[in-house]
């Protein structure tokens, strides 16, 4: 059986990441999700790994309190080191029987600290503390701390809502500031939008002559997005393209590592494992790493280690003859390979666009005539990828019983540059998961289930592309 891309454990789900690097390796503690009634609480469970490709499991990292505790769910926070060595975590402690004034079960900044290079953990109830006046006490979680040199200072976002605004515009990164990592002071918010229900997993970095801040939109999105900044005090400016990933990949968290940037987030499971379930919370980890534009935005794309990994040719027909042009100037034309693919493979085409050209893209686990895939979808017209499948969800026998009023699934596009000439689309696909990105610089994720296997395709519709190179890959690791 060959190795996951996607880091799952055996006995859960993968929540959110806190992900920290040490003496070259990431340490990537999560929120340990079990799916079973009455939900048990909720630990922080711990995995490292040094290549980004195989990880280490260590099971429980910080283990949740009691049921008469206040952190019967340890949630979400961040993990910084001070100048004696001491580790400092910082989490969201949660009680379904901890009730505030509004009826709402409490969320309080909780601490603990280690002083053995983080083997174990000692936590200080005393220290913790729950949101001041003007916040409501039901949503002050996932406090990130970083140094702020500059000022002397360290400083602590949160995930909060104002107490008063139109119910779903109450949104606010908080912000608490200390010297001494023990006590913390309330202070002015970090960001004050008025625009979402709230902003989860806030996360705050420095590369080169810019500042970014990074948060999950808790809105019906449910997208992970960044702004720039030349201060960690803003003014914080929308890049245009402005999200991580779609709606699959959440609450990523980064760090750092030998000058590069990594993004750490989950790809949420679907219910029933079907393709048209709702969206659950929790799922597989996965890493997109970030590069640095010249105007200092940000594009997303595998990490070069994993693709790396990939590196025994998959033959397909569809290489044979190379160049090979995809004409259909009112219409619609694909060619599908002989061979049904593996279910784990590393895929990448180059598709020379010609002007004008409506669609074009990848078939996956196709049937032999191509009417039965998952899709990849580059529409130049409307500078977009999107993720598609056929046929979508069918209620009944006759042809009008399938879904063909929804035109892609659209929680899945993600914007992009698509200007006529040449363009790459590479994808990694993984049991039901699969991950695209655009010129190494828009990544898009999906769920795949229904669809257990089939072949690859490349097509082109009203228009017409030259696929210049194709090649698929497999790992060869048992």
Request: hydrophobic share 35%.
């Amino acid at each position: 059986m060959k190795r996951s891309v996607f880091y799952q454990p055996t006995d859960g789900w993968v929540g959110d990441l806190i992900p920290f690097e040490k003496d070259g390796e990431f340490w990537l503690f999560y929120l340990h999700e079990v799916r079973s009634h009455p939900k048990p609480g909720t630990s922080w469970n711990l995995v490292t790994t040094k290549d980004l490709t195989q990880f280490e499991d260590h099971g429980v990292a910080l283990p949740h309190g009691t049921e008469a505790e206040r952190d019967f769910n340890a949630y979400t926070g961040s993990v910084v080191v001070d100048e004696t060595g001491v580790h400092h975590l910082f989490y969201t402690g949660q009680n379904p029987s901890n009730l505030g004034a509004d009826g709402a079960p409490l969320q309080l900044v909780m601490h603990a600290t280690s002083t053995n290079g983080m083997q174990s953990w000692t936590k200080h109830p005393e220290l913790t503390f729950g949101a001041p006046d003007g916040y409501e006490s039901g949503d002050w979680r996932d406090p990130f701390v970083f140094r702020d040199d500059a000022k002397g200072q360290w400083r602590m976002l949160l995930a909060a809502r104002h107490s008063e605004g139109p119910e779903r515009r109450r949104g606010v990164i908080a912000q608490c500031v200390s010297t001494d990592l023990m006590t913390w002071d309330h202070t002015e918010p970090f960001w004050d939008p008025r625009r979402y229900i709230t902003h989860e997993c806030p996360d705050v970095f420095q590369w080169g002559d810019w500042w970014y801040m990074v948060y999950s939109e808790f809105s019906e999105s449910f997208t992970t997005r960044y702004r720039m900044a030349k201060s960690p005090d803003g003014p914080w400016t929308v890049p245009t393209l402005d999200s991580i990933d779609g709606r699959a990949f959440y609450a990523s968290k980064t760090a750092e590592r030998d000058g590069r940037r990594f993004f750490f987030g989950w790809i949420a499971s679907k219910e029933g494992n079907r393709d048209h379930g709702p969206w659950e919370w929790a799922g597989t980890m996965s890493v997109l790493e970030a590069r640095q534009n010249p105007d200092g935005t940000l594009g997303f794309s595998f990490a070069d280690e994993l693709v790396d990994s990939f590196w025994d040719d998959v033959p397909v027909s569809l290489t044979n003859n190379l160049p090979t042009r995809l004409e259909a100037p009112d219409g619609y034309t694909a060619l599908v390979s002989d061979e049904d693919l593996p279910s784990q493979f590393y895929a990448k085409v180059i598709l020379d666009i010609a002007p004008n050209t409506t669609e074009c893209g990848l078939l996956l686990r196709s049937s032999p005539d191509g009417d039965h895939s998952y899709i990849l979808r580059v529409e130049p017209k409307r500078g977009r990828l999107v993720f598609d499948r056929w046929p979508r969800a069918i209620t009944g026998d006759a042809q009008w019983h399938v879904s063909g009023d929804v035109p892609f699934d659209v929680e899945l596009e993600r914007a992009c540059n698509l200007a006529p000439g040449e363009h790459t689309l590479e994808v990694i696909v993984d049991g039901d998961t699969c991950v695209a990105v655009v010129d190494r610089q828009v990544a898009l994720s999906a769920r795949i289930y229904d669809l257990a296997e089939g072949r690859i395709g490349v097509f082109a519709g009203e228009g017409s592309a030259t696929v210049t190179d194709l090649e698929i890959r497999q790992r060869t690791d048992n």
